[in-house]
């Protein structure tokens, strides 16, 4: 089992739940905009919220943005270890750097000693860009590569006397991704950041964070995912949520079961389950609910679901755990089983 590392307050590692992060497509010295992104997420499920910093103002700027959102924040750091220092005067609960391009091990030092005088965790690692030459010219790419890469710069950060440390180890190869995220759970016990990274468009990079993301977690392995997408934030939090409640890993949102429908289905099914799923979106209560095509067979393939709704030739009908509770007509069907929802959920 992983370690307890704190990131403001919320704890991943040990038996905490696999927290959920994003990060910003715009600037945190931006402040008002932030925060307010930060809320909107957490209302989808975000626990944590990762901001670039690219010059003194980002720097400055988190404890602004966390007292707006009361969302713990990272900040993401390239080169520059003095905005790393910033960022932790700044007020960032965690930030995230890549020690072989700080500049030096003397640089990493001073990051190491504003890490542990304000006692926040740092995420080190490495991707496939930024694999050490050595290693490269040794093994190739590959997860060893990857994975000595990451515990490198463990092993940099530990010599200045620093274990609040998260690791990542990113690919946007899903195979290379799940090995080298393997590779580094047997060898270090620090919580894991899984993401595969640059995964793609929504579609796409759903698919292969779900594959990378959800076949670690089913082992046991991650203690905080990113679903990298080129797609709006909320999106990645939307999909991280998915990810986590298909392996039921949180039993705080509604689960969607619908059928493909066939030709027994006499109603806009499809179109139905997509309202429901966006009517339940924010919804933070354990509730499975079924939109079935047909109310011939649809209650009964659906009888593990609290609440599910199925279309007939004139009326749906409403059932609780496989049971017809209700018959409505098709043109109210929406305004009734929204309040059936409501019901169950308040
Ligand atoms: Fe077909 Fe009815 Fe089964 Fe849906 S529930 S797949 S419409 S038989």
């Known amino acids: 089992m992983s370690r307890v590392v704190s990131i403001g307050n919320v704890n991943i590692g ?5 927290a959920i992060q994003s990060m910003a497509t715009f600037k945190i010295a931006d ?34 943005v966390k007292k707006l959102s009361g969302v713990p924040l ?17 007020g960032a609960d965690k930030i ?15 990051v190491a ?7 926040i965790p740092v995420r080190v690692g490495s991707n496939t860009g930024s694999i050490d030459k050595d290693f490269l010219f040794k093994y190739g790419k590959n997860e060893v590569s990857l994975g000595e890469s990451a515990l490198k710069n463990v092993a940099i950060l530990e010599k200045y006397g620093v274990d609040n440390i998260v690791v990542s180890v990113k690919a946007s190869d899903v195979n290379l991704a799940v090995k080298a995220y393997e590779y580094v759970a047997k060898r270090c016990d620090y919580p894991l950041h899984l993401g595969v990274t640059e995964a793609g468009t929504e579609y796409h990079g759903v698919i292969k964070n779900s594959i990378g993301i959800g076949s670690l977690l089913m082992r046991g392995i991650g203690d905080t995912i990113r679903v990298s997408l080129s797609a709006d934030p909320i999106r990645e939090v939307v999909a991280a949520r998915a990810i986590l409640s298909a392996l039921d890993l949180v039993n705080d949102c509604v689960k969607i079961i619908a059928c493909p429908t066939c030709g027994r289905c006499e109603w806009d099914c499809m179109a139905f389950a997509k309202k429901v799923e966006e009517y339940t979106l924010n919804v933070k209560k354990p509730l499975k609910i079924a939109v079935m095509g047909c109310a011939v067979n649809g209650p009964g393939e659906a009888a593990d679901a609290d609440l599910g709704v199925a279309g007939a030739k004139d009326e749906c009908v409403i059932f609780v755990r496989g049971k017809i509770v209700k018959k409505v007509a098709k043109e109210k069907i929406e305004q009734e089983f929204f309040k059936e929802i409501d019901r169950c959920t308040q």
């Open 14 to 18: 040990g038996n905490n739940k696999v």
């Open 31 to 64: 402040t008002v905009r932030a925060a307010e992104e930060c809320k909107r997420l957490k209302e989808n499920g975000l626990d944590i919220m990762r901001f670039s910093v690219t010059d003194e103002k980002d720097a400055a700027a988190f404890a602004t």
């Open 74 to 90: 990272v900040a993401d750091i390239h080169f520059d270890y003095k905005l790393a220092q910033k960022s932790i005067d700044g």
């Open 96 to 110: 995230r750097i890549n020690p072989g391009n700080i500049g030096g091990e003397d640089k990493v030092k001073q």
């Open 113 to 119: 000693l504003a890490l542990k005088s304000a006692n």
